[in-house]
């Protein structure tokens, strides 16, 4: 059966660091592109990060130099390494496949499967 899984949140202090996993079923990672994105209390989903099927990241601003994406591809997963965590990083964190195969969009609507999310809880 199709679908994505994520792992890995949890309660950190500001400052600190967590890796997000995502793993994939039902499909061959090595020829899709997955996002990550993330949604807080009171406000609309953002994405966060994206690496297309040739390995090329991209980032929003607020996590560029914090945050590193990569991908296994022979472990089917696709990892959201989180440095220097800030509250504001507070969030539900998701990953899904692009529906386009080799191409990272802003947009959601173009993400076809989504997993259920973790939690990070950034706080003191």
């Known amino acids: 059966q199709l679908h994505v899984e994520e792992s890995g949140g949890g309660l950190v202090q500001p400052g600190g660091s967590l890796r997000l996993s995502c793993v994939v079923h039902g499909f061959e990672l090595i020829y899709y592109s997955i996002g990550w994105f993330r949604q807080a209390p009171g406000k609309e989903r953002e994405g966060v990060a994206c690496m297309n099927n040739r390995g090329d990241p991209k980032y929003t601003n607020s996590v560029k130099g914090r945050f590193t994406i990569s991908r296994d591809n022979a472990k089917s997963t696709v990892y959201l390494q989180m440095n220097s965590l800030i509250p504001e990083d507070t969030a539900v964190y998701y990953c899904?496949?692009?529906?386009?195969?080799?191409?990272?969009?802003?947009?959601?609507?173009?993400?076809?499967?989504w997993g259920q999310g973790t939690q990070v809880n950034v706080s003191s």
């Open positions: 899904a496949r692009s529906s386009h195969y080799s191409t990272c969009y802003r947009d959601a609507n173009e993400y076809d499967y």
